[in-house]
């Protein structure tokens, strides 16, 4: 197994795996895992180096792999059933193409993945055309549909032992099993296994530090003669093997890419549904979902195994998970349709009959009302054959249905939108059956797509679920995490916004079923597991939302510059840091084209004023035409706190403290009081305004002495009182002209000439920024249009309440802008 190691134990557990549910976080020594690898994952050389590659990376050798056969290969030998039960005595040279074919296809196989080893080649071709020799044997003998199971059994035996010697010869000490010698079907018509004897002959034939590759699909009854286990057999092989091996995962390798929430090909708004609760599973494959298996899913009930779907030709992508989830997961709601569906009317099913039949076959409805059941157009045959059999008069008729399908829907806000929805639709309903997690309406004509599209708009519209991650839960983060809860109380938009991860300087704390945003505070430390970047980076990969948005409250430059990773991993951004946002042009421009181009949004509207919209004014004023001609004002909200306050009673060095007691500082001091923070903030400004600068372009007048620099910050503290004479003078200087000591920023562009500068002066008291309130900023903006009377926008631009009411600003435009996102979906003729 190759691992990306980057943080603590139980966090590899997710980054390795893949997995989504937060159960594994404590198990991960003891998990089990059934990987099923199905016939399109194996059908050619290089989706067989795909599967290599998957199993080196994934599977462990307690694990098992279980096969269905290459490619096409059951579809051929079912071709060849159907050649010999239509046309026994003239189909010769169609049957023998057909096996000749089979046999080429698989020597190829042989030859290319086993290339250089010629022995192991030589024993698997023999052994193949063997078996191609015994299928034209039952032929010649006219035994071959007696021997049908046999013939079919050939796919998946020649599957698994092509991967164990190909798994062998590359150093993975493998073995193949033939499912033969150890399924035991207790009832074949119904698939049933017998679990006693089937464990204890699989776990007699295990064999300790071996990877198994066992046979999907087939299975003997209790007399040892080879059955099949129906349409998408091997799937239910995989959970069966892990039934039986007390496995706690099955991943189906697949070439789809998971469970949506309504067919992707008729629907383009449907969305994947990462995790869908078992019994919401289980209802989507009862209902007809052509990739949840009502069988497959059936032996993972009594043992919480969970299921995966993932896709082997992408498999860094996540999935559908299904199991057993917490509220956020239950949330969802599906939207499933079939035009497949056969209407049997009787007057005899009632009673007895009726009980009888749902013994043997899985309606989709029973109606005794109406005399009729509802079964899939696949299971139909054997129902028409069954009733004949039982002289059973009945008439037929095709039947369609459209269902919303979500964890107790029954119960829910849906169930009377559902009712009145297909009331009001064209969609011609015979009846609407209610239950627990299904809504479904039958129509003896078809479903058609639009009506599938407006269903899944009108019920999937509310449910963009959207993770928040914070980052930095310091002086400002703390106070977002403790208004969380109110905020998400109180805005519609953020109904369906969770909180998921909370992350510091060394640690995380993630859940995906929602952190309690009131106590992630208070309980941080007793949750949280050791994390850096790099595990946030790759647990961002692996998620279960539509959405996720991490809000950066740290002060990091190197948090900052992860945000290129954050962007490629789909991740939104909201910064109250400072740094990105005064990267040198080009990589600031590099950054903002990425998150353009990854559909990423990217808010930082605290970084200048804390909470006033001076960013979106000027904004604003540039799309309205205007030409920025001056920027100017108080930016930072400490040295305006500082300059108010200092009147000679109390010491410079002393207001200083206080500032940081109070939240309004940098987490340290001197980034306020050297001038980079109102740096910062000019060109972040002076950038939305449209003008092309770096830091180093604006002049900045430090207030912080040389000797004070290098020191840490608290013996900057410490020796902070070294301040104190020079800034007594300074303001006595001031006080004798009538004026006043302030921190000043100016942007000025006259004539083409652009200056910026930022530093201390003595205003006239008289002048705009003299009488401002502590902590207030003034943002002054002349334009073309705006001359003798500039705007000014003026307010507190410092503190722990404003900025953490800025972040949320920045969150609730956000998220109506992700969840307008999902309703921009026009498919003309179908929603428009
Ligand atoms: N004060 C204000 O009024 C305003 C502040 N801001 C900005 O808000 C940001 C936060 O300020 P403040 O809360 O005062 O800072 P604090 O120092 O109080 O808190 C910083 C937090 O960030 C965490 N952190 C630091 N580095 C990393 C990293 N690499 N990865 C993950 N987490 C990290 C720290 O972790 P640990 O706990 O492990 O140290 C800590 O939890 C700053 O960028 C500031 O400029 C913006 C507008 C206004
Ligand atoms: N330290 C900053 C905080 C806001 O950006 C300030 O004082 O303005």
Redesign the pocket.
């Known amino acids: 197994m190759s691992h990306t190691s980057v943080v603590g134990d139980s966090a590899k557990a997710v980054v390795d795996t893949g997995l989504l549910s937060n159960r594994i976080l404590g198990s991960a020594t003891t998990r089990k895992t059934v990987h099923k690898f199905g016939g399109s994952s194996l059908g050619t050389v290089q989706s067989l180096e795909t599967v290599l590659s998957i199993i080196d990376q994934r599977v462990n050798d307690d694990d098992l792999i279980v096969v269905s056969a290459n490619g096409k290969t059951t579809d051929k030998l079912v071709e060849i059933i159907g050649l010999v039960t239509q046309c026994q005595d003239t189909e010769d040279e169609a049957f023998t193409h057909l096996l000749l074919l089979i046999q080429a296809e698989h020597k190829a196989l042989i030859q290319q993945l086993l290339d250089g080893d010629i022995e192991c080649q030589q024993s698997l071709v023999e052994s193949l055309n063997a078996d191609i020799r015994q299928i034209q044997q039952w032929y010649l003998q006219q035994s071959l549909l007696e021997n049908r199971n046999d013939l079919l059994a050939f796919g998946e035996l020649w599957s698994s032992r092509l991967l164990t010697a190909v798994l062998n010869q590359r150093g993975r000490r493998t073995v193949a099993i033939d499912t033969r010698e150890c399924f035991v079907l207790s009832c074949p018509v119904k698939t049933t296994l017998n679990r006693q004897r089937s464990a204890d002959l699989l776990l007699g034939i295990l064999e300790s530090k071996r990877l198994h590759v066992l046979t999907g699909f087939i299975a003997v009854d209790e007399q040892g003669v080879t059955q099949t286990l129906g349409r998408n057999g091997s799937d239910y092989s995989a959970t069966l093997a892990a039934e039986l091996i007390d496995a706690n995962d099955v991943c189906l390798w697949t070439d789809v890419d998971g469970i949506y929430s309504a067919d992707p090909r008729i629907v383009p708004s449907a969305k994947k549904l990462q995790r869908i609760e078992a019994s919401v599973a289980r209802e989507l494959g009862r209902l007809g979902n052509p990739v949840l298996h009502a069988k497959t899913l059936s032996p993972l009930k009594e043992k919480n195994i969970h299921l995966h779907i993932n896709n082997t030709f992408y498999p860094q992508q996540v999935g559908s998970e299904v199991g057993q989830f917490g509220e956020i997961a239950r949330q969802e709601v599906s939207i499933t349709h079939s035009n497949q569906l056969i209407g049997f009317q009787s007057k005899r099913f009632n009673g007895k009959l009726l009980e009888q039949l749902q013994q043997t076959f899985s309606f989709i409805d029973v109606d005794e009302t109406l005399q009729q059941v509802i079964i899939s157009a696949e299971q139909a045959y054997e129902l028409r054959y069954h009733l004949q059999e039982l002289c059973v008069d009945f008439q037929t008729h095709s039947m369609s249905l459209l269902a919303a399908v979500g964890f107790a829907i029954r119960d829910s806000q849906w169930h009377r939108e559902f009712v009145a929805n297909i009331e009001n639709s064209p969609y011609p309903t015979q009846k609407i059956s209610v239950n627990e997690h299904s809504l479904v309406a039958f129509s003896k004509s078809d479903c058609q797509i639009e009506w599938v599209n407006k269903l899944h708009n009108r019920f999937t519209r509310k449910h963009r679920n959207i993770g928040v991650i914070v980052?930095?839960?310091?002086?400002?983060?703390e106070t977002f995490l403790a208004n969380f809860l109110s905020q998400q109380q109180s805005r519609q938009e953020l109904s369906q916004v969770h909180l998921i991860g909370v992350?510091?300087?060394?640690?995380a704390w993630f859940d995906v079923d929602g952190l309690p945003a009131d106590k992630v505070v208070a309980e941080f430390s007793q949750h949280a597991k050791p994390c850096d970047?790099n595990g946030l980076v790759d647990w961002l990969q692996r998620h279960p939302f539509d959405e996720v948005i991490l809000v950066d409250?740290?002060?990091?430059e190197?948090?900052a510059q992860s945000y290129q990773q954050f962007f490629a991993a789909g991740v939104h951004l909201i910064s109250?840091?400072?740094?990105a946002n005064t990267f040198a042009q080009h990589a600031l421009q590099d950054l903002q084209n990425r998150a353009n181009k990854l559909d990423c949004q990217w808010l930082s509207n605290?970084?200048v004023g804390?909470a006033l919209p001076v960013n979106y004014a000027l904004k604003d004023l540039c799309d309205s035409g205007h030409q920025i001609e001056e920027i100017s004002g108080i930016f930072s909200?400490t040295l305006s706190w500082l300059f108010s306050n200092f009147d000679g009673a109390k010491s410079f060095s002393q207001l200083i403290k206080d500032a940081l007691a109070l939240?309004?500082?940098?987490?340290d001091p001197r980034d306020d009081l050297s001038g980079l923070?109102v740096q910062r903030k000019l060109l972040i400004l002076a950038r939305l305004a449209g003008f092309e600068l770096n830091l180093e372009d604006i002049t900045c007048h430090s207030l912080v002495p040389e000797s004070l620099v290098g020191l840490s910050k608290q013996d900057f503290l410490d020796q902070s009182h070294l301040l104190d004479t020079d800034f007594n003078n300074q303001l006595l200087a001031a006080q004798q002209n009538d004026a006043c000591l302030r921190y000043v920023a100016k942007l000025a562009y006259v004539d083409g000439n652009l200056t910026a500068r930022v530093g201390i002066e003595a205003l006239d008291n008289k002048h705009a920024f003299a009488s401002l309130n502590p902590c207030d900023n003034i943002f002054l903006i002349k334009t073309n249009w705006y001359q003798e009377n500039p705007l000014i926008i003026q307010g507190p631009g410092?503190?722990?309440e404003?900025?953490a009411a800025?972040l949320h600003s920045d969150l609730v435009h956000l998220c109506r802008q992700l969840n307008s996102k999902h309703q921009d979906v026009d498919i003309k003729g179908i929603n428009s």
């Open positions: 980052a930095g839960t310091g002086n400002i983060g992350v510091n300087s060394t640690q970047i409250i740290t002060p990091s190197t948090f109250a840091n400072k740094c605290t970084t804390a909200g939240g309004l500082t940098e987490p923070d410092a503190g722990r404003v900025t800025g």
